[in-house]
C-alpha cells in the first residue's frame, strides 16, 4: 500500500557531499513525521534526522551543522543533504514516514520505512 523508495547514496570522499532523496507513494492520507537513520556495520540504527509535517527539525548531535533535513509535501519527498562527510558517516541510509493512509472505507496510521541507500565516505 505505502512505498518509500531512497536514492542518492554512493561512494564520496571525505569533505564532500551527497543529497539523499525519499519518495513515498500510495494510498497516502497525509505524512507526519518523516526522517532518516542510518546503520553502520556492527553497530545499531540510529535517527539522524527528522522533520515534522509543519517544518521542525531535529539533528543528532554528531550531524549538527553538517547535514540539512527538508521535505517537499506536494511531492511527499525528504530530503538529506550531506555536507562536510566524514568517514564515520558510512552506512547505510533508511527513509522512515509516519502517515495516514486510505485503509477499507477509512484510514489508518501505519510507519513505513524505504529498503535504504549505502553512503561511503572513504579517508
Known amino acids: 500500500q505505502v512505498q518509500l523508495v531512497e536514492s542518492g547514496g554512493g561512494l564520496v570522499q571525505a569533505g564532500g557531499s551527497l543529497r539523499l532523496s525519499c519518495v513515498a507513494s500510495?494510498?497516502?492520507?497525509?505524512?507526519?513525521?518523516m526522517g532518516w537513520h542510518r546503520q553502520a556495520p556492527g553497530k545499531q540504527r540510529e535517527l539522524v534526522a527528522v522533520?515534522?509535517?509543519?517544518?521542525?527539525?531535529n539533528y543528532a548531535d554528531s550531524v549538527k551543522g553538517r547535514f540539512t533535513i527538508s521535505r517537499d509535501n506536494a511531492k511527499n519527498t525528504v530530503y538529506l543533504q550531506m555536507n562536510s562527510l566524514k568517514p564515520e558517516d558510512t552506512g547505510d541510509y533508511y527513509c522512515?514516514?509516519?502517515?495516514?493512509?486510505?485503509?477499507?472505507?477509512?484510514?489508518?496510521?501505519?510507519?513505513?520505512w524505504g529498503r535504504g541507500t549505502q553512503v561511503t565516505v572513504s579517508s
Open positions: 522512515n514516514a509516519d502517515l495516514r493512509i486510505s485503509y477499507g472505507y477509512g484510514s489508518r496510521y501505519m510507519s513505513s
Open positions: 500510495g494510498s497516502i492520507r497525509s505524512i507526519n513525521a
Open positions: 522533520i515534522t509535517d509543519g517544518g521542525t527539525t
